[in-house]
């Protein structure tokens, strides 16, 4: 069947770009992705970003974003894609990352020579060309100032939706204002990962959406405004060079001329408001309020759909991207995939099918072995380091390698489940667990999913739902124009989901009491994270 549109979605996302294309019926018609470690081996990274000696600062150097949109939009060329079929892009980007455009930049922006990749002309237009990343956890030091200014962790949440953390695009702000004065001073654009990435076809800066930019600890979530306090509490200028926040689904205008005449988009073709990588998971993966959604990519992260806000000291409340007057729940845990890996190329070098037979051949509830495993500084909690604990709750110091298998991913289940109900939620006979990221294609990792919530667990047909949220969300501003039909109507024409694993009978009676020994446990790694931090 011959299609008469496109809809785009991409995703800057820690290790790799991403790109989807979907039909006017939303079934996706293409997919692809350039990885920045193994594609763009001149910039050095390791799962796309540079630890530096400190350890707690965590960057990616911007100009590879750059040239992995020259190198991505060059292969779809190849492919001969059709561009002058999209009429409407869209995108996302990880959370709370910060490109520093330099004084003059947008000027280079407006005047793209189409002759030319992005990533020669855009060379000097970055004041600070490592941007901070999510996987930053140096700024406390700005935290804690943060915090002291507007009155507290619970008030800073109240107004922000998170207290402060610091990966929180102001906290990163406020650090490279103190240390770098004059890179900041030649600063005249922040943007988001996200809304950088928009400003890359659009020719011209970007506004910040409201879902992304309430992970900055500097948006007043209800009033939908940047708070005053906040921003004069992190650096001097701020508003000028963040601009103003706009709704997840607005239209910004239509893609540059250098788009038009390099790729052959049309001149019509427009940009519909990028944001981060959970709000536009959210969207790909049709959420609704009762389900809970489980991503397993570089970081781990739980979201729900709430429409009452209750911010608290642990999780973030951001705004809904697709329903503006509501609000999503995200928990965000670090050790995500990065530490999966390294448990199993211990175990099972390389191979995710021996690490699943290791999962398969140990039985639920792993004979009362816990573990936590954070090679980085945890979030959810402040916790660092291995521990592993024994069915007597005695500290071991290595398990077999089956009981290790089991015992991360165990952990890292029960750790979500504690922490959701922590914040409210309710396990309840009709949840669905929405599984998406990388490992979501790893059913025997789903299993433990299920069996640890004692709930079914979905998945969509693509892991990248991030990309593919985009793409929905960029067909739906369009739909938006003419009809007023809600996202989630509009998306009922895209495939169902599938249903994976159900829980194993009897699951529920192994949890129960090994979730309350892993709270008991939980309490003491942290504790003793304190010790060994302070
Ligand atoms: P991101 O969007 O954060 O860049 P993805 O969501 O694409 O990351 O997830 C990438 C991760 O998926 C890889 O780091 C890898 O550990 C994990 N992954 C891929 N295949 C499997 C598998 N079969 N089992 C478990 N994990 C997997
Ligand atoms: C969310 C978070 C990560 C990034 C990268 O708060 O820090 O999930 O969005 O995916």
Not at 292 to 301: F, Q
Not at 503 to 529: F, H, N
């Amino acid at each position: 069947m011959a299609s008469a549109a496109y809809y785009l979605g991409f995703d800057f996302s820690t290790q790799q770009l991403k790109v989807i294309a979907v039909n006017e019926h939303l079934h996706v018609v293409y997919e692809d992705n350039v990885q920045f470690d193994k594609d763009l081996p001149e910039f050095r990274t390791q799962g796309g970003v540079h630890v530096q000696d400190d350890k707690l600062t965590v960057t990616s150097p911007v100009l590879m974003w750059v040239k992995a949109l020259d190198l991505i939009l060059e292969r779809m060329k190849t492919a001969r894609f059709d561009f002058s079929k999209v009429k409407v892009l869209s995108g996302s980007g990880q959370q709370h990352g910060s490109v520093y455009w330099k004084v003059g930049a947008r000027k280079t922006l407006q005047t793209l020579l189409p002759e030319q990749p992005l990533h020669t002309q855009l060379k000097l237009c970055f004041s600070v060309t490592e941007s901070p990343v999510w996987m930053d956890s140096s700024t406390t030091a700005q935290c804690r100032h943060l915090e002291g200014y507007i009155g507290g962790a619970q008030a800073l949440a109240n107004i922000t939706g998170s207290r402060a953390y610091e990966r929180f695009t102001g906290n990163q702000i406020a650090k490279i204002y103190k240390q770098r004065p004059a890179d900041y001073a030649h600063t005249e654009r922040i943007s988001l990962v996200s809304s950088f990435g928009a400003s890359l076809f659009l020719g011209d800066y970007a506004p910040i959406d409201y879902s992304d930019g309430s992970g900055m600890n500097l948006l007043d979530i209800s009033k939908k405004l940047w708070s005053e306090d906040c921003l004069n509490a992190c650096a001097p200028d701020l508003q000028e060079k963040l601009g103003s926040a706009v709704p997840t689904s607005s239209i910004l205008g239509p893609v540059s001329s250098y788009h038009v005449q390099r790729f052959g988009f049309r001149d019509d073709c427009y940009i519909a408001a990028f944001t981060g990588d959970n709000p536009a998971s959210l969207a790909g993966m049709r959420l609704e309020e009762g389900d809970i959604a489980v991503s397993l990519g570089t970081s781990d992260t739980l979201f729900l759909w709430i429409q009452e806000p209750t911010p608290a000291l642990e999780g973030h409340i951001l705004c809904n991207p697709v329903q503006t007057q509501d609000y999503m729940a995200l928990l965000c845990y670090k050790n995500g995939s990065l530490m999966r890996e390294k448990i199993r190329d211990d175990c099972s070098p390389g191979s995710w099918e021996e690490f699943s037979k290791e999962l398969r051949s140990s039985t639920a509830g792993n004979n009362g072995n816990l573990g936590f495993y954070f090679d980085v500084m945890e979030i959810t909690p402040r916790a660092v380091g291995i521990h592993r604990f024994n069915e007597n709750n005695q500290k071991v110091s290595a398990f077999p390698k089956a009981v290790e298998v089991r015992a991360i991913i165990e952990g890292q289940f029960m750790a979500k489940r504690i922490h959701a109900e922590r914040l409210g939620y309710k396990i309840l006979p009709q949840t669905r667990i929405l599984a998406t990221g990388g490992a979501s294609c790893n059913e025997d990792i789903l299993q433990v999913l299920s069996d640890v919530f004692n709930a079914p667990v979905y998945t969509i047909a693509t892991t990248n739902s991030a990309c593919l949220g985009s793409a929905y969300r960029a067909a739906h501003a369009l739909a938006m124009q003419s009809a007023g039909s809600t996202f989630a109507d509009f998306v009922r024409l895209a495939e169902g989901h599938k249903l994976v694993v159900t829980p194993r009978p009897g699951a529920d009676q192994v949890y129960e009491p090994l979730l309350k020994r892993y709270m008991d446990c939980e309490a003491l790694v942290i504790d003793e994270s304190g010790k060994h931090v302070n």
